[in-house]
């Protein structure tokens, strides 16, 4: 199959991932907003760490294979312009609290749950 054949499936996969996470926040909590890709961004950020390290260290996925997960599925589940227009909103709303905790934990914890994809896929 063509390359851009697993960009396509990936990037659709990657779509219906972000979209059930977001219609699970919105059952979980009631609403979907900063939670959902706070959630995204860090179950995003493991998965890169994740896969990244597992390709560089115990296999090889090819160009077939890096365009289904790297650019097709995470490309499409990510989505930092989101998260960027959410922290404006919320910025303009006067929600500096709920602003600041979303910028900063989506970061922090992005940074935790890369170091963990990348510890997990080294001790496999």
Known sequence: MAPWLF?????????????SVGALMLHLTGWQGHWSTMTVNVTGCFLMGFLATMVGLKFSL???????FFTGFLGAYTTFSTYMLEN?????????VLALTNMFGSVALGIVAMFSGVALARAL
């Open 62 to 68: 090819g160009l077939t294979g890096r365009y289904f």
């Open 7 to 19: 960009l396509f499936l990936g990037g659709g996969l990657g779509a219906l991932s972000r979209h």
């Open 88 to 96: 404006f909103l919320l910025f303009e709303e006067g929600r500096w």
